[in-house]
């Protein structure tokens, strides 16, 4: 135990009052004349007067009454506040043990199981343990270098108690059936017992009376109307959304939550479900639109219960009534005694006792403001005696929770006094955090008049809304009612960018967010990773490139890859790429395939059916399933003339080009045409495949001769026949000569069974898509995108790979489950590969946006593995000093990275980020500044404004609430405590 004055300056009394109290000895043994004189009464004349008692031992009281007016009161010892523990919403237990003499072990003892010793990890002498939820009369025992020590774990919570106010039969199937689990009750207005958890609407803002201090789950059924809104992802980390996807919700009305922090926001920032001073606030009834059918709006409602219901703040430890009112129970004690031993002789004295112990019960209200007038020393908790309690205004700011934490420890309290007049609503921003170019809009109480916006330079201009800036740093938003409200724009994501000279990727980049510079000559890669891009199509990497790729990867940089359209043919480079990528990565030679040429008979004798299957046949060949095959067209009737030269690249709109110039009519001659275009594939360099679409009927020729020119050429002929009459003699001999092959179609239909034996599917190259667009909703990439896309026009198929190899996940396919963008995990990082390029034939029409989604989707890999947000504030403490608190997941241990802290143009140092044992946040040391500050610490980030008293309750994870009562007792009035000595030393009891 420590001890702790809290009027100090009271016990320079005893100074005076001993020296009265010598005097009053003194004057006691002054030399004295007696004088015999004769007494009436017998019983006089026997009695021996006693001389009055002058021991220095009968000032005792006088010393301990000076003693008691300083205001001693005892303390638990600081060691032990070295442990401290937390539950999760699931009812798991974190423990964190701060012993600075070396944890050596730590056991589990369960009733009637042996000890179990733990694993466990420190760092800079702060150890967490987790452990899941324990039976009762659970035990751990800890041993240090100091020695061993048993602790009781805390039970478990009890059976929460719910009242419902509302007609949901969603709701109350919910309810109902968590009542039947025996894990909550149901409660009726009125009903005794332990105040129960309030699910009803959400308050009226016109209503006079005050709010209620129930913690509830409330639902908004007026203010400003959102139909439809489309649903933002959760910001990550919110353990309350593990493993929900609110973004596929569907809610057909919602109301914009006008307090609290927001949890859940629309596209358009309007906060849906926030948490609020007493609880949680949802925009939208739970079973609006398609919730009703849905199974995971249960599981939040029902963590909201479990967190509401955990309520218990792992406080440093109590100590008992009686040491904090230890001047109150030594003051009632020494005047039991001493009116025990001199009875009611010692009126006056116990008179003074009471009032000093009346007086003393008062509660004293000091307000906040006022604190700043006191000396430095009596602003701090230490100078409050006991039944003090601190005024805040809804406006002021929020102390360390520690120093409130002191208070309660010291039998204070707190109260915040709510605002009655104004607005209840006041005006926010949809967003706090954005990326460059990022629209920001206000909501609430919207004042009118005259806007102002402060950039991060200083600079100020009128404010017209909606907000959209691409300067990174901190802005400020100045209303006409003068509030200040301020957001961060990040800084863009840098991109490095490793092309060819032909690439068209840097148009993807055309964004505020990204910020693009080219790959050095020396390969050097991003450096931070984390945040950073780099996009590939083509370039060559250096070998340092290659060889730190990997590792860069999984330090959490994104590798955006580009299969099509590239024309890299280093093998090194090719090969690296595709083990980081895991997906197979062509060469370019592979990616445009070279199928030779087509010579269709355009002669009178097809017409008819036979007429409609060449044309149909033809135009199958053309917009087959792989798209961008380089053919020539040629047709003939008594002489070949060129549709298409040989080579030439097919998109999907060759063949409506083609179908106008296909038409029969005219002689046949076979073999002149054959002739004409042998020279013509002779001199082609790429495929030198002839497919003839003929019904056989032709003028004679020497066709045995024709076939072995073809042959010594290295023409592969392939003739198919047309038609249900055909003439095979000089298709047979043309076959025979050139060593080729001949088949048969009668119809349509067999006509494109064998041209589909021509041209394999597994084939590699450019291959047409499949509409529609499908997103795997489990890639946490195209979380809450879930917007119809258009597909791209074409995708590389890199034809057969080694699954065991290429394991890729699909982030974005067609119909067919054809790849479009794939992900590899690899640490911290991603590796993306896009299997379709980004010339306007490869990506179609509604390429616009196609490239603004893959934009996000690249902004989510790099930002989600980089900076995350989380909820953040600058505490004040009462000597006018400013300390940056962070929220702490329940998963994190006891210290982070430093924090590096800036604001508009200064920075401002970098400070250590520690929890203390139990507690759910993390907390620097103080610094001289107020205004907004950005911080960073390892890979998380964001902007910290001053905490204010109206919105405090909504950050739970501070553990503090606006009110407090103090303890009831109060501290005996010092001076009459030392008015109460006096009377002592004067009285005639003190003499005896």
């Known amino acids: 135990m420590t001890i702790e004055w809290v009027t100090p300056h009271w016990i320079w009394a005893m100074i005076p009052l001993l020296l009265i109290g010598w005097w009053y000895l003194r004057r006691g043994q002054r030399p004295s004349s007696f004088r015999n004189v004769a007494s009436l009464q017998l019983w006089d004349r026997l009695k021996v007067v006693a001389p009055p008692s002058n021991h220095w031992f009968t000032l005792l009281p006088v010393v301990m009454l000076a003693l008691l007016s300083g205001g001693p009161r005892l303390l638990d010892s600081p060691k032990q506040k070295e442990i401290g523990w937390n ?37 800079r002498d702060k150890t967490s343990i987790w452990l899941p939820e324990t039976p009762p009369d659970t035990f751990l025992r800890i041993r240090s270098e100091e020695g061993e020590r048993t602790i009781a774990l805390p039970p478990s919570s009890k059976k929460t108690r ?18 039947l689990e025996g894990w909550i009750e149901r409660a009726n207005v009125g009903d005794p017992g332990a105040d129960p958890i309030v699910i009803g609407p959400y308050p009226n803002p016109t209503q ?42 569907t809610v057909t009305t919602a109301f914009a939550v006008p307090e609290g922090r927001p949890l859940l926001k629309s596209s358009a920032g309007l906060p849906l479900i926030s948490r609020t001073a007493s609880g949680f606030a ?32 792992s406080d440093v430890s ?40 009346f007086l003393g019960n008062r509660t004293t209200d000091v307000a906040w403001s006022d604190l700043s007038k006191r000396p430095a020393q009596q602003r701090q908790s230490v100078s409050f005696p006991m039944g003090t309690r601190i ?8 102390p360390p929770p520690e120093w409130l934490h002191s208070l309660a420890e010291k039998g204070l309290g707190w ?3 709510r605002s009655t007049s104004g607005s209840r609503q006041p005006w926010r921003l949809t967003n706090r955090i954005v990326p460059p170019g990022t629209s920001i809009d206000v909501f609430g109480d919207i004042p009118e008049g005259d806007w102002k916006l402060t950039s991060p330079s200083g600079a100020e201009e009128a404010l017209v809304w909606p907000i959209q800036k691409s300067e990174p740093g901190i802005w400020s938003v100045i209303g006409p009612d003068g509030k200040k409200n301020s957001f961060l724009i990040r800084s863009p994501i840098p991109v490095t960018l490793a092309l060819s000279e032909d690439s068209s990727v840097e148009s993807l980049f055309q964004d505020p967010r990204f910020k693009t510079s080219l790959l050095n000559s020396s390969g050097t890669l991003p450096d931070p990773p984390a945040g950073s891009v780099l996009a590939w199509q083509g370039q060559t990497l250096p070998e340092k490139t290659l060889t730190e790729l990997r590792s860069w990867i999984e330090s959490g940089g994104v590798l955006f890859a580009v299969s099509g359209d590239h024309d890299c043919e280093d093998e090194r480079t090719l090969e690296a790429l595709e083990e980081v990528l895991s997906a197979p990565l062509p060469p370019m030679e592979d990616q445009d395939l070279d199928m030779g040429v087509i010579l269709l008979d355009l002669s009178g004798s097809l017409i008819g059916e036979s007429a409609t299957t060449l044309l149909e046949s033809t135009l199958a060949i053309l917009d087959t399933s792989h798209t961008a095959l380089r053919w020539g067209v040629a047709g003939f009737r008594t002489e070949a003339e060129w549709l298409l030269k040989p080579g030439t690249p097919v998109s999907s709109g060759t063949a409506g080009l083609l179908e106008g110039e296909i038409r029969s009519g005219g002689g046949t001659r076979l073999g002149s045409a054959l002739q004409q275009i042998t020279p013509d594939l002779r001199q082609h360099e790429g495929s030198k495949r002839l497919l003839v679409l003929t019904d056989g009927r032709t003028v004679p020729a020497n066709w045995t001769e024709i076939g072995k020119n073809m042959a010594a050429a290295g023409v592969q002929l392939e003739i198919l026949l047309i038609g249900e009459s055909v003439d095979r003699n000089a298709a047979e001999e043309l076959t025979r000569s050139s060593g080729g092959s001949l088949d048969w179609a009668a119809t349509t239909p067999e006509a494109l069974d064998k041209i589909s034996i021509w041209i394999p599917e597994d084939l590699p190259g450019w291959k047409k898509t ?39 996940t699909e982030v974005w396919t067609d119909r067919g489950d054809n790849m479009i963008l794939s992900s590899h995990s690899s640490g911290l990082g991603q590796a993306l590969l896009w299997w379709s390029s980004f010339e306007a034939s490869r990506l179609g029409e509604s390429a616009s946006p196609l490239i603004q989604r893959l934009r996000d989707v690249l902004a989510t890999a790099s930002g989600q593995k980089a900076q995350r947000e989380i909820a953040s504030g600058l505490f004040q403490s009462p000597n006018g000093m400013t300390s940056l608190g962070l929220e702490r997941n329940f998963g994190e241990v006891a210290t982070l990275d430093p924090a590096v802290l800036s604001s508009t143009n200064s920075q401002l140092g970098e400070l250590a980020l520690v929890s203390a044992p139990g507690m759910n946040y993390f907390k620097t040391e103080e610094f001289n500044h107020r205004e907004t500050v950005h911080w960073t610490t390892g890979s998380l980030s964001g902007i910290a404004l001053e905490f204010k008293w109206r919105e405090i309750e909504s950050q739970p994870w501070l553990g503090i609430s606006s009110t407090r009562k103090p303890s009831p007792g109060g501290q005996p009035w010092p001076p009459l405590l030392i008015a109460a000595a006096l009377v002592w030393i004067s009285s005639r009891a003190r003499q005896r």
């Open 87 to 123: 539950r999760s919403i699931a009812g798991d237990l974190r423990l964190d043990l701060h012993i600075p003499d070396g944890l050596e072990e730590i056991q589990i003892q369960s009733p009637n199981k042996p000890a179990v010793s733990l694993d466990f990890e420190t760092y």
């Open 318 to 357: 109590h100590s008992q009534w009686g040491f904090r009112h230890f001047t109150l129970v030594c003051t009632v004690l020494l005047t039991l005694i001493l009116w025990a031993l001199n009875g009611i002789a010692l009126w006056p004295f116990l008179l003074l006792i009471l009032c000093a112990v």
């Open 415 to 417: 109260t915040v006094e």
């Open 770 to 808: 499949t509409p529609p667009l499908i997103q795997n909703e489990a890639s946490p990439l195209v979380s809450g995108l879930s917007a119809p896309l258009s597909l791209p026009r074409q995708i590389l198929d890199p034809g057969e790979s080694d699954s065991s190899l290429h394991t890729a």
């Open 162 to 179: 719910v009242l419902y106010q509302g007609e949901s039969p969603s709701m109350n199937s919910l309810l109902n059936a968590l009542e």
């Open 282 to 313: 949802w925009g939208f009834q739970p079973d609006s639109g398609d919730l009703a059918g849905r199974s995971d709006w249960p599981i939040l409602m029902i963590r909201m219960l479990i967190e509401l219901s955990n309520t218990e703040i």
């Open 208 to 249: 006079s009376e005050a709010p209620s201090t129930l913690p509830h789950i409330a639902f908004c059924e007026d203010g400003q109307e959102i139909f439809l809104p489309l649903i933002d992802p959760p910001l990550p980390g919110e353990p309350l959304f593990e493993g929900i996807d609110p973004g596929s919700w």
């Open 391 to 398: 005024v805040f205004q809804e406006s002021d700011p929020v």
